[in-house]
């Protein structure tokens, strides 16, 4: 069994994760955000402009410029660390740590650009609203899924190289 995707793949695979996140906020802000517009695609589904200056769920939004920087940084931390640990781990728990890192580092570069994240696509049933997120926060839950999934069950669970 391979051990895991090997260090250009999994970097590879980070940077062009970022790349679609940026590229997909950009096209929020300029086709949701500059006239403040709402595109329906579904009944359940709609893309629309929200600046989240907290966390997820909209945790934190009176944080201030303590909260992001303190955010950012705390973003870059971690993902540093997932970076470095998805050398070592499996298949697919490499895989999840290097998604979780991206999303990570997606939504700190909001931060570092617009001081808060763009956040534009809306599930809802009715009145009843999810809280907004972004292609960032997708690739952070299916990585943890897929971290998560291995750990409990595959095989390839066991293994942490040293």
């Known amino acids: 069994m391979k051990k895991n995707f090997g260090i250009f793949n999994l970097l590879l695979i980070f940077i062009i994760f970022i790349y679609f996140d940026y590229v997909s906020k950009l096209w929020a ?27 997820s769920f909209g945790f934190f ?21 997932l970076i470095y640990s998805s050398f070592k781990l499996p298949r697919y728990s490499s895989l999840g740590f290097i998604l979780i890192a991206s999303g990570a ?3 700190a570069i909001d931060r570092i650009i ?32 897929l971290f998560l999934f291995n750990q ?11």
């Open 114 to 145: 617009y001081g808060k994240v763009v956040d534009f696509i809306d599930f809802h049933i009715e009145d009843f609203h999810w809280p907004a997120f972004n292609l960032a926060d997708t690739i952070i839950f299916i990585g943890a899924t």
């Open 61 to 81: 939004q009176d944080s201030g410029e303590i909260g992001r920087y303190g955010f950012t940084i705390f973003a870059f931390l971690v993902s540093s660390w």
């Open 105 to 107: 580092i997606g939504n």
């Open 29 to 55: 802000i300029e086709n949701l955000f500059i006239n403040y517009q709402s595109i329906k695609i579904t009944s359940f589904l709609s893309m629309t402009p929200v600046w989240n200056s907290g966390i």
């Open 152 to 162: 409990f069950f595959t095989i390839e669970r066991t293994y942490y190289e040293k």
